[in-house]
């Protein structure tokens, strides 16, 4: 009976968070992100303020969950698809495709930019505080694209698979460019451009040791 009532409760506090959260994310394209408070969130949800930073300490921390819960939705059909592709290099640009269709098409550049600003901020803190349980839906999908990569004998196996964060980073850079200044860069051809580099540095540490 305990369990019982636990699972409930447990369940009523997931469908606080996510109404919660589909009210904010349409305020924030309705009205822009600096323009809606967390009175306004509170009052459209029918919750008290402090139930919303129970769940989320601050307002960019909704976008981010957002976006995990759109990867965290996608990423069964993303692995399935990926140990079709015949190789790291072809996995990894469908990856990185992949997070501009989750992302900038549901975002505006405001929400992506912020999105992006926030999970940067929670990376320092996790290697601040060597905080190596953080996983995000992303980071599940970049694993396994590692994992195959050392099963085929593309990547050595004493490599860590956060050398692959390196690569998240450069591709979310070229991102915020893009979103800014589209006219500037091609996105499809910066994707390219960030995975050569990165299995070309794997290359060259491969044959320096």
Known sequence: MGANKVSRTERRKEE?????????????KQQGFDETTVDQIANEADVAKCTIY???????????????????EQTPAMLEYLDKLPD????????????????????????????FVYKMS???????HLDMNVSTGFSTV???IFKL????????????????????????????????HP??????????????CFLN???NELHDS
């Open 16 to 28: 606080t968070r996510k109404r919660i959260m589909t009210v904010a994310i349409d305020l924030f």
């Open 122 to 128: 929670q990376t320092v803190k996790a290697i601040k």
């Open 149 to 180: 990569g050392i099963e085929s004998g593309e990547i050595r196996p004493d490599l860590s698979p956060g050398v692959i964060g390196g690569l998240e980073f450069s591709h979310f850079l070229s991102a915020l460019l893009w979103v800014n």
């Open 201 to 203: 540095g794997i290359k």
């Open 88 to 115: 790291t290099r072809t996995r990894l640009i469908a990856a990185l495709q992949k997070t501009m269709e989750w992302m900038h098409i549901d975002l505006s550049n405001d929400l992506f930019e912020r999105h």
């Open 54 to 72: 129970s769940h989320f300490p601050e307002k960019e921390a909704i976008i981010y969950e957002h976006v995990q819960s759109i990867i965290r």
């Open 142 to 144: 970049m694993g396994h």
């Open 183 to 196: 006219e500037l860069i091609s996105i499809n051809e910066s994707i390219e451009n960030n995975v050569d």
